[in-house]
């Protein structure tokens, strides 16, 4: 075959496979325009979800041996709260909700997904988290849509979607719920973390500031971890702007000695400046001018009634007038809550923080509402809480039930459930058949007492009780099963 035959024949080879391609549909082409309209380019920076190239298995402490083993794995900043930790988690849980309870707080869940928009206009185009944190992108639908990066925006969107404005004031609700951020994994910070948070609505008075930070340095201080109250006033907005343009031009005539992330911060939210932690920044920080120099009186009236009410409330605290928070909502009260243990101030000791936010419920649509409200890292107080396991150890069961044959270990079922009626700590194995296998389990969980229920025993209506110690067995009626041991325990 000539060379030109070939090619001609290559050619219509190749025209009939574009011919054989689906064609899109004029209204598919309609969308398609419609869909370029509706996503403004500005609305497209926040950073999108890592690719799936550059998902690694996590390097914390819990991780130890994931690079030894093939197949899937956590990905990278991830990480799996396994049960050896779980009464660390039980304990930080039971006290929130102890709290929430006794100050009349009702619980709310939001969606993990939210409209990206939420985000951008709560928290901040210019802040880190919308600009370089959270994870956003297109669901099937072309909806532009976010993981949570934080749990306040979402409370307010339902706080405002479900009416709650015509309930009577104050409304008080709390959540625990899973944030996202696409971070640098390190020690203490995931790129999926858990919180505990607490909201207040409709209330103005700065008592709800002193209550609100009350019960977080409560949550944190009856765990027994050592904590430090930071306060600080950001004022209003118009304060705060004169206060901005003072604050820029100190940092401007030092712009050489700003390391990188500063530099980009001066012209986006110099703000966050003043909470730069790398060392060559400090210095400028201690000499900034401070914001409450440009608080106006009824600010200032509203911050000193506010640590009256912490005084009242005998809680520590000491004030930081560099501290401003990471998000753009906050006007007047800020706050964060420090473990004492820690040396350097870092990013890693904050257990939590909070503010008032009354201008947000506005910002996204409600009427003017005064709001205030705090969140906690739950990772970051369970690694406190293990620095004491024994202080939370699991409490081991005083009695085993045993238990021999197929109907045997169906009247186990009931009895057990009948046990832990009672309040019972008892220790089972349905899995194990053999006797000897069961006993070998009793004996390492140091019980005091086993229950053994055979078939005989099942027939008879009747249980073997072994103290483990004496070896000594007696026989009881099943039925008094319950008073023999509470007598005997």
Not at 349 to 364: F, I, T, W
Not at 376 to 399: C, H, N, S, W, Y
């Amino acid at each position: 075959m000539s060379k030109k035959k070939k090619m001609n024949k290559q050619k219509a080879k190749k025209a009939r496979k574009v011919a054989a391609r689906p064609r899109a549909s004029a209204a598919s082409k309609k969308r398609a325009v419609f869909v370029a309209k509706k996503m403004p380019v500005a609305e497209k920076k926040p950073v999108i979800a890592p690719a799936v190239g550059e998902q690694k298995a996590p390097s914390d402490e819990e991780g130890a041996a994931s690079q030894k083993h093939s197949g899937l794995q956590a990905l990278r900043g991830m990480k799996d709260i396994l049960p050896k930790e779980d009464q660390y988690w039980y304990a930080l849980l039971d006290h929130a909700i102890r709290l929430a309870r006794f100050y009349e707080f009702g619980w709310i869940q939001t969606p993990l997904l939210e409209d990206a928009r939420l985000y951008v206009r709560s928290i901040g185009r210019g802040t880190d988290i919308v600009e370089k944190e959270m994870y956003v992108f297109e669901d099937r639908d072309m909806e532009r849509v976010a993981l949570r990066p934080e749990g306040t925006a979402g409370v307010v969107r339902a706080y405002i979607q479900h009416g709650m404005l015509n309930l009577p004031q104050p409304v008080k609700m709390w959540y625990f719920a899973s944030m996202f951020r696409h971070e640098r994994p390190q020690k203490g910070r995931y790129r999926e973390h858990h919180q505990i948070g607490f909201e207040v609505f409709g209330d103005q008075s700065p008592s709800a500031d002193a209550q609100l930070i009350a019960i977080a340095y409560t949550l944190l201080s009856d765990l027994g971890i050592p904590v430090e109250v930071r306060i600080n006033s950001i004022g209003m907005p118009d304060e705060r702007a004169r206060y901005i343009m003072e604050l820029t031009g100190y940092y401007r005539a030092k712009r050489s000695y700003l390391c990188e992330d500063c530099k980009k911060r001066l012209n986006r939210n110099p703000l966050r400046l003043l909470d730069c932690k790398e060392e060559g920044c400090k210095p400028l920080r201690d000499e900034a001018p401070q914001i409450v120099d440009w608080l106006s009186e009824p600010s200032k009236k509203f911050f000193m009634e506010l640590l009256e009410d912490l005084d009242e409330l005998q809680v520590p605290y000491s004030l930081d007038p560099f501290l401003v928070r990471g998000l753009d909502y906050y006007s007047h009260t800020v706050f964060e809550l420090y473990t004492k243990e820690q040396g350097a101030e870092t990013a890693q000791s904050a257990l939590g923080g909070g503010g008032r936010y009354d201008l947000l419920v506005e910002q996204l649509g409600g009427r003017p509402t005064p709001a205030v409200g705090f969140g906690v890292g739950m990772e970051r107080i369970v690694t406190e809480l293990k620095k004491r396991p024994d202080e939370f150890a699991q409490k081991p069961p005083t009695v085993f039930l045993a238990h021999l044959g197929q109907g045997a270990r169906r009247k186990a079922l009931r009895l057990l459930q009948d046990l832990h009626a009672e309040g019972m700590r008892v220790g089972f194995n349905l899995a194990k058949t053999s006797l000897k296998a069961q006993l070998d389990i009793a004996d390492k969980q140091k019980v005091l007492y086993t229950l053994i229920l055979g078939q005989k025993e099942m027939m008879d209506g009747t249980i073997i009780v072994r103290d483990m110690e004496s070896g000594a067995q007696e026989i009881v009626d099943v039925t008094k099963i319950v008073p023999f041991l509470k007598k005997k325990l």
